[in-house]
């Protein structure tokens, strides 16, 4: 998987982070932390297996052009730092050079940036994706930042084409998923569902709504993993609501000046 241990509770709720072979949701709403965990699982992928990492680059598909490459900077250099301090005091000279032979430059450099503005250019990329991982055989995470944005602004005349877009994409990012080793992250926005008359919880109007993920129960049963993040008043949380390998549940996470991490020991109880 492509782990970051610091990230702590949510690190361990996935089992080690994000799977190749495996399509991952995270949803949420508007500003609450989608776009940065998926810049910091692209910095995370090159960790060194020397490191437990996956040593890999990283694909990041950009539909809203909310990929930001200086806060992406400052996030290597901190995981940088991280790792330094780890191999800080050892006598192994290899994990020592490794980690001073790192860079946040090379770190930018290994994430390939691709934007999209508009439904018909995602799909005419997903479709080419397969002979440019050939070529490209040191990518392990592909992000799809997201998903659902063109998809919200095309008008469509029933839904059953808007369904048919979703599936040949997802089918798509199946298929490299599985043939190419590499770990599929997508974002997806929510959406509010309102209640059918007989369906709704009672005569108020805010108890006759909820706020679900977009793109309908076709998209969920496709995907393997749901990652929902959201917060309260004092805190970020992560919650996995899907996981074809582990139990769901929630963790605390924090968006600092370094990145997405766990929070400080003294919250832990």
């Known amino acids: ?32 932390g989608k776009t940065q965990l998926c810049m910091q699982l692209a910095c995370d992928v ?3 297996t020397m490191f437990a990492g996956a040593g890999g680059e990283a694909l990041y598909i950009d539909t809203e052009g909310g990929f930001d490459p ?30 001073e032979a790192l860079s946040a430059g090379k770190m930018l450099q290994s994430i390939h940036y691709m934007r999209v503005h508009t439904l018909e250019q995602q799909q005419a990329l997903l479709g080419k994706l397969s002979p440019w991982l050939e070529a490209h055989q040191d990518v392990r995470l592909v992000v799809l930042d997201s998903l659902a944005f063109h998809l919200r602004y095309e008008a469509f005349e029933k839904s059953i084409l808007q369904t048919r877009a979703i599936t040949e994409m997802v089918q798509q990012l199946a298929y490299l998923a599985k043939f190419h080793d590499v770990a599929v992250v997508v974002t997806n926005h ?44 004092t805190q970020r949380f992560a919650m996995l609501q899907k996981s074809l390998s582990r139990p769901t549940g929630s963790a605390a996470i924090n968006v600092t000046r370094d990145g997405i991490r766990g929070p400080p020991p003294s919250q832990d109880g």
Not at 18 to 31: D, N, S
Not at 192 to 218: H, M, P
């Open 190 to 233: 929510m959406t509010t569902r309102v209640f059918e008359q007989g369906e709704g919880v009672t005569n108020e109007a805010d108890d006759n709504a909820e706020l679900i993920a977009a793109l309908g129960a076709s998209w969920e049963n496709m995907c393997h993993n749901r990652i929902e993040i959201g917060f309260t008043k």
């Open 1 to 32: 998987g492509i782990n970051a241990e610091y990230m702590g509770e949510l690190d361990k709720l996935l089992g080690r982070g994000v799977h190749v072979h495996e399509i991952t949701e995270i949803y949420g709403k508007p500003g609450v």
């Open 46 to 48: 090159q960790v060194p």
């Open 70 to 99: 200086r806060r992406c900077h400052q996030m290597a250099g901190a995981l940088i730092g991280h790792i330094r301090n780890m191999v800080h005091g050892r006598k192994d000279g290899r994990q020592v050079a490794a980690a």
